[in-house]
């Protein structure tokens, strides 16, 4: 697996810097179809309250307040800060059955997961994007959430061993949290988080599995605190000078979140070759990460036929002609010696 290094050479700091932004003022969440909206126009809404549908599509209002409007793909709901839902209570896990589980927790490719006898069933906690710290941060702050659920895979499941995969530079969760929760440390090179390659450098034999983080999440969400989740996690990190992981509002905006983007390029997800956008990004579940950057005049050159973008690609594949197993990791990008914006042209 070719890969690189990249936060020693970029030399990019574990960011152990974190605030809740809940202060919304303004949610928008979006629709594709108008028979899926489930609200009218001056309708009070509860926080987790559903707003849209589209089959198997379920989008909830991430506060309480009032829907002002609807347009432009958007529903628009003003805070009243009041955090109105309702109310549901959370169960205690010890309490839980199997057939609770499956009643609860509604992802059925976990579920089939887990129906098997597991010898190793791995946690993808790798953070993939070398500015990002989304999954670090939750780990610090939820450990004891997460070792709940552990615990309860133990009890209901035919798993021998649990284990986060974590990156080298994430120490702290070794140091300072002491819960019974097992851990492998791989080498902080990208982009060994992706899926693909990361299945490919830890299953090696029809018993072993790899599910991420999120799924254990999602397990917190919807068996132990039963609720909708209305927050998520958000690095906003790069050429600034307060790099944070923010806990935020879904579907709120980031011009609330952040106002510092003069003379800056807005980049979304990934640092090598995420998208350019403006700062009335709405976050959404696709949302992991803004890195912004300082604006550059980057002057491209002819190709030189160099071949550092083939030796360095992780699918193995040539980024110079189009090929659909690539997995838009950017890295032909970063070493291209002529500057070119390789992803761009050849594989989006």
């Known amino acids: 697996m070719k890969t690189v290094n990249i936060v020693r050479e970029q030399n990019i700091k574990t960011l152990n810097d974190y605030i809740d932004k809940l202060d919304i003022d303004y949610i928008y969440v979006p629709y594709e179809k108008a028979e899926g909206i489930k609200v009218q126009l001056n309708d009070s809404v509860l926080k987790g309250q559903l707003v849209y549908q589209d089959n198997d599509i379920k989008r909830y209002s991430s506060v309480s307040g009032k829907v002002i409007k609807i347009e432009n793909k958007y529903i628009f709901i003003k805070n009243n800060y009041k955090e109105l839902t309702n109310n549901t209570r959370a169960r205690k896990t010890s309490d839980i059955s199997l057939d609770d589980f499956n009643k609860y927790y509604h992802n059925d490719k976990i579920k089939s997961i887990l129906s098997n006898d597991i010898n190793n069933l791995y946690i993808n906690a790798i953070d993939d994007d070398p500015y990002t710290f989304n999954k670090y941060m939750y780990l610090t702050r939820n450990l004891n959430d997460v070792a709940e659920i552990i615990n309860l895979l133990y009890?209901?499941?035919?798993?021998?061993?649990?284990?986060?995969?974590?990156?080298?530079?994430?120490?702290?969760?070794?140091?300072?949290?002491?819960?019974?929760?097992?851990?492998?440390?791989?080498?902080?090179?990208?982009?060994?988080?992706?899926?693909?390659?990361?299945?490919?450098?830890?299953?090696?034999?029809?018993?072993?599995?790899?599910?991420?983080?999120?799924?254990?999440?999602?397990?917190?969400y919807e068996i132990k605190k039963n609720r909708v989740q209305t927050e998520k996690y958000i690095t906003i990190?790069?050429?600034?000078?307060?790099?944070?992981?923010?806990?935020?509002?879904?579907?709120?905006?980031?011009?609330?979140?952040?106002?510092?983007?003069?003379?800056?390029?807005?980049?979304?997800?990934?640092?090598?070759?995420?998208?350019?956008?403006?700062?009335?990004?709405?976050?959404?579940?696709?949302?992991?990460?803004?890195?912004?950057?300082?604006?550059?005049?980057?002057?491209?050159?002819?190709?030189?036929?160099?071949?550092?973008?083939?030796?360095?690609?992780?699918?193995?594949?040539?980024?110079?002609?189009?090929?659909?197993?690539?997995?838009?990791?950017?890295?032909?990008?970063?070493?291209?010696?002529?500057?070119?914006?390789?992803?761009?042209?050849?594989?989006?």
Do not use: W
């Open 155 to 220: 009890k209901l499941f035919n798993i021998k061993r649990i284990t986060f995969v974590i990156k080298n530079s994430y120490n702290s969760l070794l140091d300072s949290y002491k819960v019974n929760i097992n851990y492998l440390k791989v080498e902080d090179i990208y982009p060994i988080g992706h899926k693909y390659l990361i299945d490919k450098y830890l299953l090696k034999s029809s018993s072993d599995y790899l599910i991420e983080l999120q799924d254990i999440i999602d397990m917190i």
């Open 237 to 348: 990190n790069g050429d600034i000078d307060d790099p944070k992981v923010y806990n935020v509002k879904k579907y709120c905006s980031l011009s609330e979140l952040y106002k510092e983007f003069k003379d800056k390029d807005i980049i979304l997800n990934n640092s090598l070759c995420g998208k350019l956008i403006k700062k009335e990004q709405i976050i959404d579940d696709n949302t992991y990460s803004i890195i912004i950057k300082n604006k550059k005049k980057i002057n491209e050159i002819e190709c030189s036929k160099c071949g550092l973008c083939v030796n360095v690609c992780p699918m193995k594949i040539n980024p110079l002609k189009k090929d659909s197993r690539c997995i838009a990791c950017g890295l032909c990008n970063y070493v291209c010696p002529s500057k070119i914006n390789i992803y761009e042209r050849n594989q989006k």
